[in-house]
Structures are given as C-alpha cells and as structure tokens.
C-alpha cells in the first residue's frame, strides 16, 4: 500500500473524515413500557392455539414484560411440546457462531432443538407432532444478524410439512429508521445473508417475514401460512430502547446502531471488542499501533476465545453518548480508517471469503484496498436501494421513516 502521507497524519484525516460522514439520528425515543409487542396481545393471538400442539422459536428476549412467553403460555395451559433455539441458543449465553447441541430447558422439561449449525432448518421428524410455530425473537435489523436466516428456515419448513400455521409475534427493530448498504449479490448468498437485501432492512422481523412471503424467496417459491401480530405505538420514526440485549455481545444501545458498520470487521484480522467490556462500541487490532486507543480481549462469557485473545490491540472508541449525538447510521468509514492505518494491509481481509458474505458484495474488498470514497461506493448501492425500498414499502405495517 502506497504511503504518500506520514501515518499519522493520514489517521487524524481519516478520524476527521469518520466524524464528518456518520451520520445521526435524531427521533422520538421510546421504551419498552411504552411499546404493546405482539407477545403482549394474548387476546389475538391465543384462540390460534387452543386446542394446537405449539412449537416456539424464542430466546431470552422472548418476554411479555418480566416474564418469558414460554413461562407465561405454559401458565395459561397452552400446550407447548418443543422448543426452537436460535443462535446463542434459548438462554442467549452462546458465542457467536458456537453450535450448541439439542438439550432439555432446566426450568420446564421442555426439548430444546438447536437451529444453528448443521440443523439449520427443522426436518420432517422435528417437525412432526406440531400443528403451530410460534416465532417470537428481538432482531436488530441487520441482515447478517442470522435470526432472519432462522425465520426463513422456519418458514420453509412449515411450508413443506403440510404447510403449519407460523405465528410472528412483532417487535419494533431498532435499527428501523433507515435502509442503508450494499444489497446482497446472490454468488455471496450464506446464513449471514440469504436475501437481495441491503445490510442495514429497514423492517421489524414479521415485516419481513411478509416480504419473504410476498416476494417468494422461499425454496421453490413456497408460501407459508404466516399471521403476524403487529406491535402498537411504535413506527418506522422512533427510536427503539432494547430491554433486554438480543445476544450476548451487543450489551448497550451504541452497540446496536453501531453493529451494521462494525460486523464488517468479522471478515478481517481487527477486533470488534469481543472479550472487552464493550464489545462493538471500539474496534482495533495489534496492526493499528499508531491509532489512539488500546484494549486487550480477555476470554469470559459470551465470548470465550476472542480474536486477539490476551494481545494489545490499538484502535478507536466509539463509546460515546449516542443519546446526546442521536442514532448512528450504517458508514465505512470505519472500515476504510483501520485499512488505511494498518501495518499488515496483506492479511488484512481474512483469507476466505467470509467479508464477502458478510458485505454481500464480491468487489468491496478490492475497493477498500484502493481507498474508493464512501460516497463512490454508495453509487454502486443507489439502484439497488432504491429498487428495494420500493418492494419493502409494499409489506410495512407501520408508519415509515419517508
């Protein structure tokens, strides 16, 4: 990599750079007392289970206010016979990409079937003896956040078992107050990204579970028999306040908005600060001694081999008050700050072709190298967002942000 300028000069540009172009924003804030989930209207949605033998995809954001759906349906006499955990499993206590094996829940003797892994997809057997799938999980509106990857799946295997009834139970997506990012190229297609969208969807999960529907992205061009149960007093304008952390390394609000931007670094040699205190709100690597701020990942829960695990690595804190700047927006500025700062530009990018999975886009990695602006890149995305925000208007349920 050519070095016109010093390194530190060009990292104070690129930081300069960063601050200019992410951008905020600024809506209306509301929390989950304030918000009706889905889960919290048993009225609309229990007569669909009487008398049904019930299978629920949840995990530990699967609540109606203090009390998980599966503990209060149970009290209600539905009859619940399996349980589907997602990545992370039902407790939410799993590393990212850890394959938890299937198990009994400790609290109600219920099964608990994994659905990440080699057993992405529910089979004929798994799914035999179950007339409903209830699915109820907190996404966050990324579209390698693979909790969408398992509702597709779910869909699938509903609709090839003698089409079963799924039930979403909606929540607000906090990330839903924008669409941004390069749309998935099919050749990149994997669990971290199995639709033409773009990284950052713009819908909560039955939103999306409609245009899955509507659009035919199911194997074949199946069609599940889906009913969503909306949320009341939210839309595309607010912004969210999580209750619970959806998974176990996105532990605050900054963490959230800033995870479209930071996932990228997955597929590279810096760390996103797994084994930190504040995993997702910084990032570096040993590579970018030059840069300001230094942290060392320490194996714990959630996180216990970290990439760089017991090393210095130096970077940047985004650990800031995004309440007071407003929510963060999708950016490669970052991306593109740490490539230009490193001293190991060859092994910067993993050698396989996971960044390219996470990007969806088979000509980002060479772009970064060749430090392409944000905005040249974002004129290859303009058509494809565009064309999208186009179908996804078709299956919102809520007022949008436009």
């Not at 749309?183 to 994997?190: F, G």
């Not at 007071?324 to 190991?344: E, V």
Request: hydrophobic share 40%; charged share 20%; glycine share 8%.
């Amino acid at each position: 990599m050519k070095k016109i300028l010093g390194i530190g000069v060009l990292m104070v540009w690129a930081m300069v750079i960063s601050a200019q172009n992410t951008a905020y924003y600024k809506g209306p804030i509301v929390t989950d007392t304030e918000v009706i989930n889905g889960a919290e209207k048993t009225a609309e949605y229990l007569p669909l289970l009487q008398g049904k033998r019930v299978a629920i995809v949840a995990n530990q954001t699967s609540v109606i206010g203090k009390t998980h759906l599966v503990d209060s349906l149970l009290k209600l006499k539905v009859n619940i016979v399996k349980i589907f955990a997602p990545e992370h499993g039902f407790r939410g206590q799993g590393d990212a990409g850890e394959h938890l094996s299937d198990s009994i829940d400790a609290k109600t003797g219920l099964v608990l079937i994994s659905l990440y892994g080699k057993n992405a997809k529910p089979d004929s057997i798994q799914m035999a003896g179950v007339d409903v799938v209830l699915f109820d999980i907190q996404d966050v509106g990324a579209r390698f956040y693979t909790y969408i990857s398992t509702l597709h799946n779910i869909m699938e295997a509903c609709a090839e078992n003698n089409n079963k009834q799924l039930i979403v139970l909606d929540r607000p997506n906090p990330n839903g107050f924008y669409v941004d990012g390069p749309i998935l190229d099919t050749v990149c297609r994997s669990f971290v990204g199995m639709h033409q969208v773009p990284i950052v969807h713009g819908m909560t999960i039955g939103e999306y579970a409609k245009m899955v529907n509507g659009e035919r992205w199911l194997t074949d061009s199946m069609h599940c028999h889906l009913t969503v149960i909306n949320c009341n007093k939210w839309d595309h304008t607010m912004l969210y306040q999580l209750p619970i952390a959806p998974s176990p390394n996105l532990k605050t609000m900054q963490a959230v908005y800033l995870y479209p931007s930071l996932c990228l670094f997955e597929g590279t040699n810096v760390s996103v600060g797994r084994g930190t205190p504040t995993p997702f709100e910084v990032y570096g690597s040993p590579y970018l001694q030059k840069m300001p701020y230094s942290f060392t990942p320490k194996s714990g829960p959630g996180s216990k081999k970290p990439m760089h695990m017991d090393k210095l690595c130096y970077g940047e804190d985004l650990h800031y008050d995004i309440a007071r700047l407003g929510a963060a927006k999708f950016t490669m500025q970052y991306m593109l700050n740490a490539y230009l700062n490193t001293s190991k530009a060859d092994d910067f990018f993993v050698k396989t072709s996971f960044f390219e999975k996470l990007c969806g886009r088979v000509d980002l990695r060479e772009q970064i190298k060749t430090n392409v602006s944000e905005e040249e890149m974002h004129i290859g995305w303009v058509d494809g967002l565009a064309a999208f925000k186009t179908i996804r208007k078709k299956y919102l349920l809520y007022k949008d942000f436009e």
